[in-house]
């Protein structure tokens, strides 16, 4: 269910940066370059000291993003990366926050970053459509 809210959220978002609808869609099973490049700069902005409601929006787009990418491996049979996006997606998750150290999660937000955009290849939508 919360899955599928964050979708929502992602669709109407994407929806308004493409409001004619010009080759303009999001399927499930692939992520929109757009969106990957965004979380990964949210994610490695993260590692400044910003102010707590950003790192509470964070947790909601990690944890969103994480598990998008996880159900993406899931279908292209990808176990590693399937195990991995899965594990970042309850790291992140809003509901049951892991408290850990500032300077700990400096270190996770910039690696997260940096592994969505390693996988972007991976999850990402087919720009020919």
């Known amino acids: 269910m919360i899955v599928m809210t964050i979708f929502k959220i992602l669709q109407v978002f994407h929806a308004s940066l493409c409001p004619l609808g010009h080759g303009c869609y999001i399927e499930f099973g ?3 370059l757009l969106i990957i490049y965004i979380s ?3 994610l490695l902005l ?3 000291p910003l102010p707590y ?3 509470t929006l964070l947790r909601i787009v990690g944890a969103g993003i994480f598990t998008w990418s996880a159900i993406i491996n899931y279908k292209k049979g990808n176990q590693s990366l399937l195990w991995a996006s899965g594990l970042l997606a309850l790291l992140f998750n809003p509901f049951m926050k892991i ?3 500032k300077e700990l999660w400096v270190f ?3 690696g997260a970053g940096i592994f969505l955009l390693s996988i972007r290849g991976i ?3 087919d720009s020919s459509r």
């Open 40 to 42: 990964a700069g949210m």
């Open 53 to 55: 409601g950003y790192y």
């Open 30 to 32: 692939k992520m929109p």
């Open 46 to 48: 993260g590692a400044a």
């Open 108 to 110: 996770i937000d910039i």
């Open 123 to 125: 999850i990402k939508q």
């Open 99 to 101: 408290h850990l150290t």
